[in-house]
C-alpha cells in the first residue's frame, strides 16, 4: 500500500489551535496530528461497532421466543415504548420482582437499570451470535 499525498489548505483557526498543541508536546508536528485524527476517523467510520451490527440484524429478523427476554430488548430498543401487550405487562411485573433488579418503575414509566441493559444487551448478543451460526 502506497502513500499519496493530497494537498489541503486549513482555515487559519485550526492551524493555530494545531501548532498549539505541537507547542504543548501532544503532537509532534502538524502532520503527525493530521495522521492520528486520519487513523482515529477511519476506524470510526470503517468499522461499525459489531454490538451495533448485530442490535441491527437481530432487530430486522431475529427469533425472539423468550418473552422476559423480548420485552428487556424492546425496551433497550425503544425506551420510550411504554404500551405493553398483556403478555408483556406480566413478564414485566416478574421482572420488577427480580433480584438483580432488572427494571424499575418510576412513576408510569417502566424503565431498565444498568443490570437490565447489561442483560438485554447480553440476549442480543447472544441471538446475534446464535444466528451466525445457523
Known sequence: ???EIIP???PEQDVKEMDALVKKGVFISRSDLIRDAAREKMREVGAPNEF????KVMAAKGDFSSLEGRTLASLF???????F????????????????????????????TDNGQK?????????AFAQTLA
Open 85 to 112: 401487550s398483556p403478555a408483556e405487562k406480566k413478564a414485566i411485573a416478574k421482572l420488577l420482582r427480580h433480584p438483580f433488579k432488572i427494571l424499575k418503575k418510576i412513576k408510569t414509566r417502566v424503565e431498565l
Open 1 to 3: 500500500m502506497g502513500t
Open 52 to 55: 451495533e451490527r448485530a442490535v
Open 119 to 127: 442483560i438485554a444487551r447480553g440476549y442480543l448478543k447472544g441471538l
Open 8 to 10: 489541503t489548505k486549513f
Open 77 to 83: 430498543l425503544n425506551p420510550e415504548k411504554q404500551r
